[in-house]
Structures are given as C-alpha cells and as structure tokens.
C-alpha cells in the first residue's frame, strides 16, 4: 500500500520569506499523481498544486513550486514570499493512476506565517 | 455552482445513537469517496463508490455504512456512534485526478 509521510509537524516562516514543506512517499507504482492541499481554519480542503509523476517538469502555480524527485520519491513545496494568508495545514496526497479512488494522504505540517 | 454540499457542519451524537452525514454532487462525478480527518493522521479513505449502485471499503471502514443509489448523492451512516468516531468527515467527488471536497463535518460523539 502506498504510504506518504510528512516529517514536519509545524512550520513557521516570517512574512515575505521561503518556506519549504518536505514529503515523500512510498510506492511500486509507476504512474501517478501528487497533490498538495491547503487547508485553512475554515477546513476547507483546497488544491495547491498537482504533479503528474510521467512528467519531469516540476509543477508550479503563482508563488507555489515543487520539487520533484521522482528516484527519491520526495515531493516538496516550496511558497515563496510567504503571505499570512498561507497560514493552514498543508497536506501532501498520493493518487494512484490505476485507481483514482486511492488518495494516500500525509499527516500534515501546521505552518504559521509570522508578521 | 454548488460542486460538494456536505450537511450538517457540526453534531453532536450520543454513544450508541445514529445518524446519516449527507453529501451531494452536482458535477456528474462518478466517483464519490468518504474520509475522516484526525489529528496527526491526515485524511483517511472510509468507503468509496465509483458509479450509482457500487461501493467499496477504504482504509478505514468499520462502524460505517454506505449506499449509492443516485449519482448525485452518497451518503455516510453511523448505525451506533461510538467515541472513537469523534473526526472531521469530508465527502468527495473525483473526475480522474481532479478531486473536490465538501467542507466537512465535524462529529463529536460523547
């Protein structure tokens, strides 16, 4: 069974600066997908960023980028210029491309963005 | 443009009762999943469905019931609450790699 791990409890990062999320997962899979979800007080679960894993090119969105090391099957985010409204839980996802119905997700990093 | 409509919110169960968590998709989506969210867990699969009159189990399936009789509608029954079902129940709804999740529902079972 896949697995994702998420080895950050909680982040904090000052306002305007980089932060970067680490995430890495476990399959013998081939072809598949990754997320990362934003989930802020509200609860809403909100889509970040996906990665396609047959694709090299690092997925990026505005001040959002990964990197993707699929050998290493690591997939982190980087937020650039960070913005209090970043603050949430951050989840990173696994999707199987055989079976779209079996999402794997991490336990989450809490990441504060200070002012 | 609804997308997931979970209801209710919030409840407040007693051990031992039941109760229905609602979820509808106007998307046309075939796939319909249940997970929970707990602390330091991320979210876990509960049962899925992947058409009208079709479910399967997920990671996590026991104490749940689902049933699948329109497209639009997939919803999850708690047939006798027990505190270790206190979570945050998400629905969901996918097209391929696209998933869309309702708000949640945060049950809290004393």
């Known amino acids: 069974a896949q697995t994702v791990t998420q080895s950050q409890p909680e982040m904090s990062v000052q306002e305007a600066e980089t932060v970067t999320l680490s995430c890495t997962y476990d399959?013998?899979?081939?072809?598949?997908?990754l997320f990362w979800y934003k989930q802020p007080p509200s609860r809403q679960m909100i889509l970040v960023i996906r990665?396609?894993?047959?694709?090299?090119q690092n997925a990026t969105e505005n001040r959002f980028s990964v990197n993707f090391q699929k050998a290493a099957k690591s997939f982190s985010l980087k937020i650039s210029d960070s913005q209090l409204g970043d603050t949430a839980m951050y989840f990173c996802?696994?999707?199987?491309?055989?079976?779209?119905?079996?999402?794997?997700f991490g336990a989450g990093t809490r990441l504060t963005v200070k002012p | 443009n609804a997308g997931v409509t979970q209801t209710p919110k919030f409840q407040v169960l007693k051990t031992g009762q039941s109760m229905t968590l609602q979820c509808a998709q106007d998307?046309?989506?075939?796939?319909m999943s249940w997970y929970r969210q707990d602390p330091g867990m991320g979210l876990r699969l509960i049962h899925y469905?992947?058409?009208?009159?079709?479910?399967d189990q997920g990671e996590v399936p026991n104490g749940y019931n689902v049933s699948r009789s329109t497209t639009e509608d997939f919803p999850l029954r708690l047939l006798s609450a027990a505190p270790s079902q206190t979570s945050v129940y998400f629905c969901?709804?996918?097209?391929?790699?696209?998933?869309?999740f309702g708000q949640g529902t945060r049950l809290t079972v004393v």
């Open positions: 969901a709804s996918s097209r391929g790699s696209r998933a869309f």
């Open positions: 399959t013998s899979e081939s072809n598949y997908y």
């Open positions: 990665q396609e894993a047959y694709k090299q």
């Open positions: 996802a696994f999707m199987s491309a055989t079976d779209n119905n079996d999402m794997r």
């Open positions: 998307m046309n989506h075939e796939y």
């Open positions: 469905s992947v058409g009208a009159g079709i479910t």
